[in-house]
């Protein structure tokens, strides 16, 4: 149904209207040309692996103006453009982002998107940043982006799976909300009450968000957004200490074999966490890691165990208001050896291993 309006012909497109084009602005290349004087250098905000992204300036009907990202795609990465639009234009969720419209006129092809002023979440974890993301405000930015994926497994006629989770794309806007993006590789799956069968991969290439299954045997279900997603609540823990070493997509990194979790949280939250609510964080996120898809929750569950861990990070600090907390749990992620890995997978996916964070 959604293919329809991406027929070569334009005018076939123009002259049968179809289902995306009712639910999303066509623009023009001159309106997209206009809201970006045209792809000025200056307005550069990012460069993706399928295209160059450009903070654009449309008008609302009143004339007030309003900011947009738009997204010019290499001509190469036409086939991304159409599954993004496809994806996009059946999401309604406030934590996905939304398209405002695309263009497609000969080979440039363009999406148009709600512009998010933070960027991207990867941007605020790192030793470099210079305000740091409060732990609150990681456990709620983490809420937030569970919920948009629990609506995408769960809220939708059909699952759709993500299949590109990481803290890349995962927006944020003026108030630090946070949005799903990067929809390129997403696959509709079975209705959502269907036992999910694997579907087979798309990615060029693996990285440490995909769990072993994926790397393996190529393939995906909703519980491979899972355990990506245990990666990422990792990572907003440990900021950059923890996930720098490509290990065959499995698990953590060099330090985390020696050290524990405990041991390389970020230096700018450490002392901020309630025992409590670090118990409740770490479970779920140990739990989402799972190497058997089977035994990994559903982001249903792991939404609900995050706004628990917040609660109690917030009953807790209404009495503490200044003392520091002490972890002395010890938690140690023990990714299978190396090389015992290497040997299978080089088999089977040597070209495809490369680091991806
Ligand atoms: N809607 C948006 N609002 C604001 N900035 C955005 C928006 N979409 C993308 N960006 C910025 O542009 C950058 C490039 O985005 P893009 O989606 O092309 O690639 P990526 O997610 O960074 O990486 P990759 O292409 O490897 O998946 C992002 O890192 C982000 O900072």
């Known amino acids: 149904m959604f293919f329809k309006c991406f027929g070569e012909s334009s005018s076939s497109a123009r002259q049968y209207p179809t289902v995306i084009e009712e639910l999303c602005t066509h623009f023009s290349l001159d309106d997209v040309r206009k809201s970006t004087n045209n792809f000025d250098d200056k307005r550069v905000i990012g460069r993706g692996r399928f295209g160059i992204v450009y903070k654009g300036c449309l008008q609302h009907n009143d004339g007030s103006d309003y900011a947009v990202a738009v997204k010019r795609f290499h001509v190469d990465s036409s086939e991304w453009f159409k599954k993004e639009v496809e994806i996009l234009c059946q999401l309604h969720h406030p934590n996905c982002v939304s398209i405002v419209g695309f263009c497609r006129h000969e080979k440039e092809k363009i999406i148009v998107y709600e512009y998010m002023s933070n960027g991207s979440l990867d941007r605020h974890l790192g030793d470099e940043v210079r305000e740091a993301l409060s732990w609150k405000k990681r456990v709620e930015i983490c809420i937030g982006a569970a919920r948009g994926l629990h609506y995408l497994h769960a809220g939708l006629k059909r699952t759709i799976i993500h299949h590109d989770i990481r803290p890349r794309k995962i927006l944020l806007d003026d108030n630090m909300h946070p949005k799903l993006t990067g929809f390129e590789h997403s696959i509709v799956g079975a209705h959502f009450k269907e036992k999910p069968k694997p579907i087979q991969s798309n990615l060029a290439r693996f990285s440490l968000y995909s769990p072993l299954e994926t790397v393996m045997e190529g393939t995906v279900?909703?519980?491979?957004?899972?355990?990506?997603?245990?990666?990422?609540?990792?990572?907003?823990?440990?900021?950059?200490?923890?996930?720098?070493?490509?290990?065959?997509?499995?698990?953590?990194?060099?330090?985390?074999?020696?050290?524990?979790?405990?041991?390389?949280i970020d230096p700018k939250i450490k002392g901020k966490i309630v025992p409590e609510c670090w118990k409740v964080f770490i479970d779920i996120a140990l739990r989402c890691m799972k190497n058997e898809r089977d035994e990994r929750p559903t982001m249903g569950e792991v939404e609900v165990e995050l706004e628990h861990a917040l609660l109690l990070q917030e009953q807790a600090d209404v009495t503490n208001i200044n003392s520091d907390y002490t972890l002395l749990s010890k938690t140690f992620i023990i990714p299978k050896s190396g090389r015992e890995l290497g040997t299978s997978l080089t088999s089977k996916k040597d070209s495809k291993l490369n680091a991806m964070t």
Do not use: C, I, P
């Open 221 to 264: 279900t909703d519980r491979s957004d899972v355990y990506a997603f245990g990666m990422v609540l990792l990572k907003v823990v440990a900021a950059r200490r923890v996930l720098k070493r490509n290990d065959f997509g499995v698990a953590a990194g060099e330090t985390l074999e020696k050290k524990s979790v405990e041991e390389n």
